[in-house]
C-alpha cells in the first residue's frame, strides 16, 4: 500500500483520518500549519464576510480592491525586494514569468527545477547542483544570446538540500543576466523572519533577480508570489497571463495580512519540534536534512511501510513521473506534539537498529 492509495474525506494536520483508522501524519507541505490553524480561520472567516468567498474578475478591471496592493506592499517590505506581484497560485507565479521572457533568450535550468519554471517538459534534471554550478560560467559564455537566465530551486525538497548560492556573486560577463528562483518550500520556514532567499541573494552588479513562490505551502494561502525590482514587476502586469488570470481570494490576503504574529508562533514550534526530533534519534545517519528546516529525507523506502504498519504516515511517491522511483522522507510541522515525535523516533530508532543488524549479518 502506497499513500496515495489512502482516501480521506478531512484536512490533515497532525494525524491523519483515512478508511476508518488514524494515523499520526509527517506528511504534506503546510510546514505551519496554517491550514487548520484556528486562530488564522478566524482571519479568514472575517475576510469572507468583508470579501465574499471569491472575487470573479481581473486584476486590470476598472474596480480594483485595496487589499491586493496592501498584501504586495507587505510582501516587498518582508522580504526587502523592490516590488511583488501576487497571482492564484504559485505555479501560474513561474510560467508567467518564463513565457514572458520566453523569446529570443537562454535558458539554463539548474537540477531539479520545479515545473513551475519548464517551457517544456524536457527541463527536469537529476544533475549535481553543485557541478551544474560549476558549469554555468561557461555555459554563459559559450551561449550565443546576450540575455541569460538561470533558473533553480532555492533547495531541494525531496532530498533535503539546501542549495549555496554564493556562486552567484562571481558571474562575471557582458551578458545580461537574470536569476529566476524558486523559492515555493522556502518561503514562510527558510530567511530572516521566514522571508526566504530573497534577502540572502548577493548577484553581481547589473544582473537581476526574480523570486517566484507559491503561499500555499508554508504560510497557508492559495496563491503565488513574484519577487523582483519595479521595472520587472510593470512588465509581468502587461502580460495576458496576468490579466487573464484569477487574483488570489481576497478573504485569503486579509488573512495574511493580520497574521504576522500567527506565523511567527508556529515558526518557533515548528523549529522546536526539528530540534527535539533530531535529539531523539540513535541514528541521525538514516536521513538527509539541514538546519531549522522540516524535512527529512531518507534512501530507506522500506521505511514507509514499517511506519505505516504501526499507524504512522509518512510521505512516500514517486517523482518527477509514476515510474520513478519513490522520494520517502519524513516532514514535520508545527503542529505536531512531543509526544508525536517521541513515539515516531523510537519506531525509526527500532528500523534503525533492525537495517544494523541485516548489514551485519550479510
Same mark, same amino acid.
Given at each position: 500500500?502506497?499513500?496515495?492509495?489512502?482516501?480521506?474525506?478531512?484536512?490533515?494536520?497532525?494525524?491523519?483520518?483515512?478508511?476508518?483508522?488514524?494515523?499520526?501524519?509527517?506528511?504534506?507541505?503546510?510546514?505551519?500549519?496554517?491550514?487548520?490553524?484556528?486562530?488564522?480561520?478566524?482571519?479568514?472567516?472575517?475576510?469572507?464576510?468583508?470579501?465574499?468567498?471569491?472575487?470573479?474578475?481581473?486584476?486590470?478591471?476598472?474596480?480594483?480592491?485595496?487589499?491586493?496592493?496592501?498584501?504586495?506592499?507587505?510582501?516587498?517590505?518582508?522580504?526587502?525586494?523592490?516590488?511583488?506581484?501576487? %497571482? &492564484?497560485?504559485?505555479?501560474?507565479?513561474?510560467?508567467?514569468?518564463?513565457? =514572458?521572457?520566453?523569446? !529570443?533568450? /537562454?535558458?539554463?535550468? @539548474?537540477?531539479?527545477?520545479?515545473?513551475?519554471?519548464?517551457?517544456?517538459?524536457?527541463?527536469?534534471?537529476?544533475?549535481?547542483?553543485?557541478?551544474?554550478?560549476?558549469?554555468?560560467?561557461?555555459?554563459?559564455?559559450?551561449?550565443?544570446?546576450?540575455?541569460?537566465?538561470?533558473?533553480?530551486?532555492?533547495?531541494?525538497?525531496?532530498?533535503?538540500?539546501?542549495?549555496? %548560492? &554564493?556562486?552567484?556573486?562571481?558571474?562575471?560577463?557582458?551578458?545580461?543576466? =537574470?536569476?529566476?528562483? !524558486?523559492? /515555493?518550500?522556502?518561503? @514562510?520556514?527558510?530567511?530572516?523572519?521566514?522571508?526566504?532567499?530573497?534577502?540572502?541573494?548577493?548577484?553581481?552588479?547589473?544582473?537581476?533577480?526574480?523570486?517566484?513562490?507559491?503561499?500555499?505551502?508554508?504560510?497557508?494561502?492559495?496563491?503565488?508570489?513574484?519577487?523582483?525590482?519595479?521595472?520587472?514587476?510593470?512588465?509581468?502586469?502587461?502580460?495576458?497571463?496576468?490579466?487573464?488570470?484569477?487574483?488570489?481570494?481576497?478573504?485569503?490576503?486579509?488573512?495574511?495580512?493580520?497574521?504576522?504574529?500567527?506565523?511567527?508562533?508556529?515558526?518557533?514550534?515548528?523549529?522546536?519540534?526539528?530540534?527535539?526530533?533530531?535529539?531523539?534519534?540513535?541514528?541521525?545517519?538514516?536521513?538527509?536534512?539541514?538546519?531549522?528546516?522540516?524535512?527529512?529525507?531518507?534512501?530507506?523506502?522500506?521505511?514507509?511501510?514499517?511506519?505505516?504498519?504501526?499507524?504512522?504516515?509518512?510521505?512516500?511517491?514517486?517523482?518527477?513521473?509514476?515510474?520513478?522511483?519513490?522520494?520517502?522522507?519524513?516532514?514535520?510541522?508545527?503542529?505536531?506534539?512531543?509526544?508525536?515525535?517521541?513515539?515516531?523516533?523510537?519506531?525509526?530508532?527500532?528500523?534503525?537498529?533492525?537495517?544494523?543488524?541485516?548489514?551485519?549479518?550479510?
Amino acid at each position: 500500500m502506497f499513500a496515495q492509495d489512502l482516501i480521506t474525506e478531512q484536512l490533515p494536520g497532525r494525524t491523519l483520518l483515512a478508511d476508518g483508522k488514524e494515523y499520526l501524519y509527517f506528511s504534506g507541505t503546510s510546514y505551519l500549519g496554517m491550514a487548520v490553524n484556528p486562530a488564522f480561520q478566524e482571519y479568514l472567516q472575517e475576510g469572507i464576510k468583508r470579501y465574499g468567498t471569491n472575487y470573479s474578475s481581473s486584476r486590470l478591471s476598472n474596480v480594483q480592491l485595496a487589499v491586493f496592493e496592501e498584501a504586495e506592499h507587505y510582501l516587498v517590505n518582508y522580504t526587502g525586494t523592490e516590488a511583488a506581484l501576487t %497571482v &492564484s497560485s504559485g505555479f501560474l507565479a513561474g510560467q508567467l514569468v518564463v513565457r =514572458t521572457f520566453a523569446q !529570443d533568450n /537562454s535558458f539554463l535550468y @539548474g537540477p531539479r527545477t520545479h515545473p513551475a519554471l519548464w517551457l517544456n517538459t524536457q527541463n527536469f534534471n537529476n544533475y549535481n547542483f553543485e557541478e551544474w554550478a560549476e558549469q554555468v560560467p561557461q555555459l554563459i559564455y559559450n551561449s550565443a544570446s546576450p540575455d541569460i537566465f538561470i533558473l533553480f530551486n532555492s533547495l531541494d525538497p525531496l532530498l533535503a538540500k539546501k542549495y549555496d %548560492v &554564493s556562486w552567484l556573486s562571481t558571474l562575471a560577463s557582458t551578458k545580461n543576466i =537574470t536569476c529566476i528562483i !524558486d523559492d /515555493s518550500h522556502g518561503f @514562510g520556514v527558510t530567511g530572516k523572519n521566514g522571508a526566504g532567499i530573497s534577502s540572502e541573494l548577493s548577484l553581481p552588479e547589473g544582473s537581476r533577480k526574480i523570486v517566484v513562490s507559491s503561499l500555499g505551502k508554508a504560510l497557508g494561502i492559495p496563491g503565488g508570489v513574484i519577487l523582483s525590482d519595479e521595472r520587472t514587476i510593470r512588465e509581468l502586469r502587461k502580460s495576458p497571463f496576468f490579466g487573464g488570470g484569477s487574483p488570489i481570494i481576497p478573504a485569503y490576503l486579509y488573512a495574511f495580512l493580520r497574521a504576522p504574529s500567527i506565523y511567527q508562533r508556529a515558526r518557533e514550534k515548528l523549529f522546536a519540534n526539528i530540534t527535539y526530533f533530531k535529539s531523539l534519534l540513535n541514528k541521525p545517519g538514516l536521513f538527509q536534512n539541514f538546519p531549522d528546516y522540516p524535512v527529512f529525507y531518507t534512501p530507506y523506502n522500506q521505511l514507509y511501510h514499517f511506519l505505516l504498519q504501526q499507524d504512522i504516515l509518512i510521505s512516500s511517491f514517486s517523482y518527477p513521473t509514476p515510474t520513478d522511483e519513490p522520494v520517502t522522507r519524513v516532514i514535520l510541522n508545527s503542529l505536531h506534539a512531543p509526544g508525536d515525535m517521541r513515539q515516531l523516533a523510537t519506531l525509526i530508532n527500532e528500523f534503525g537498529a533492525s537495517q544494523h543488524n541485516m548489514l551485519l549479518q550479510s
